[in-house]
């Protein structure tokens, strides 16, 4: 997802909610966004909710969420997030489908949570993109659209395109939202607020697993690389990783140098070659989506990097 400094500007979330959503996963949602807006004393997160029709969505559990707006209207946002739960692959109407392209084509960042990803594959939307789901509906999923990328995560933020698993997972999820637009340090006090204190990483059930798989436990290095790990597609800059992390660029290239023996941005570049490598032996994406999706220019610079690093070219490893 794009890194961006919301200092000034509003940012604004449409919740699209699909009757029968987890409630659990939609606060997991949306707290976060009110505690910044409470935290900061002024409105950091414009948030509307839109029912698919009437006056208010239902969850699960029977829950109602007046509606806010409707989807179609001519309201401007920067991020829809689809909730849903129940068996989100029987969800069909064109009329929602239809409006996420819309929203697509004109570049609105979207995302689904819980079963939320799953309508959005339906939609048209997730093609070429990494993606996650609740394990509920992951196998369904896959079987319904083999094409798609599910990867068994958290969450997952790949361009313009955030999707989560559900349940608690959110909290970590809007942690790495809140980090893009104003800084890690807040998005600590918003977590802190929620005493969510073991913020986990994307790709892991738990930090821990980020710990022990790197064998440290500097706190820059560790939220370098779950910054890293969550801009696979679209490399951020030495600069801005150095200004998440809240020290300058010799610096942060001094502790990777001490704790991972290469230099910051070598350590980034084999981060995006090792998830390339699964992508050919687990999807069947083209050479060329596999080189976007991991954030190279084209398919020659994608090629001439992987075999600089395995020996061999993409092709040879599928």
């Given at each position: 997802?794009?890194?961006?400094k ?13 009757d029968g ?25 414009n948030?509307?909710h ?5 006056a208010?969505a239902t969850?699960?559990?029977g829950?109602?969420?007046?509606a806010?707006a ?6 401007d ?24 392209r819309?929203?697509?084509?004109r ?27 609740h ?7 896959s079987e ?14 790949d361009?313009?395109r ?14 790495a939202?809140?980090?893009?637009h104003?800084?890690s340090?807040?998005?600590?006090q ?15 059930p ?14 820059a290095?560790?939220?370098t ?5 969550n801009?696979?597609?679209?490399p951020?800059?030495l ?10 660029t010799?610096q ?23 998830k390339?490598r ?14 976007l999706?991991?954030?190279f ?7 001439n ?9 993409p092709?040879?490893?599928?």
């Amino acid at each position: 997802m794009e890194i961006s400094k919301e200092s000034e500007r509003i940012f604004r979330v449409g919740i699209l909610l699909i009757d029968g959503f987890a409630l659990m996963s939609y606060s997991a949602t949306v707290e976060p966004l009110r505690a910044a807006n409470h935290l900061a004393g002024r409105t950091l997160y414009n948030v509307r909710h839109l029912p698919v029709s009437g006056a208010s969505a239902t969850s699960s559990s029977g829950i109602k969420v007046k509606a806010q707006a409707h989807f179609g209207e001519q309201i401007d946002f920067d991020l829809v997030l689809v909730v849903a739960g129940g068996d989100p692959l029987t969800f069909r109407n064109e009329r929602v489908f239809q409006w996420l392209r819309h929203l697509s084509r004109r570049g609105i960042f979207l995302g689904g949570v819980s079963g939320g990803p799953a309508i959005l594959a339906t939609a048209g939307v997730m093609d070429g993109y990494r993606m996650t789901i609740h394990w509920e509906h992951a196998a369904a999923l896959s079987e319904a659209l083999p094409s798609l990328i599910v990867e068994q995560s958290l969450y997952v933020m790949d361009r313009q395109r955030i999707t989560c698993a559900g349940g608690t997972a959110p909290l970590d999820m809007m942690h790495a939202l809140i980090t893009a637009h104003h800084g890690s340090a807040f998005a600590r006090q918003v977590s802190d607020w929620y005493m969510h204190t073991e913020i986990r990483q994307s790709g892991e059930p738990q930090r821990a697993g980020l710990v022990e798989r790197y064998d440290t436990t500097n706190p820059a290095i560790i939220s370098t690389i779950e910054v890293m790990e969550n801009h696979i597609a679209d490399p951020l800059a030495l600069e801005q990783l150095a200004e998440l992390a809240g020290m300058g660029t010799r610096q942060l290239n001094r502790l990777f140098q001490i704790k991972m023996q290469q230099s910051t941005m070598a350590f980034y570049r084999q981060r995006r070659l090792e998830k390339s490598r699964q992508l050919l032996t687990q999807s069947t994406l083209s050479v060329t989506q596999i080189a976007l999706a991991t954030g190279f220019a084209g398919s020659a610079h994608f090629s001439n990097a992987f075999r600089s690093k395995y020996g061999v070219t993409p092709t040879a490893i599928r």
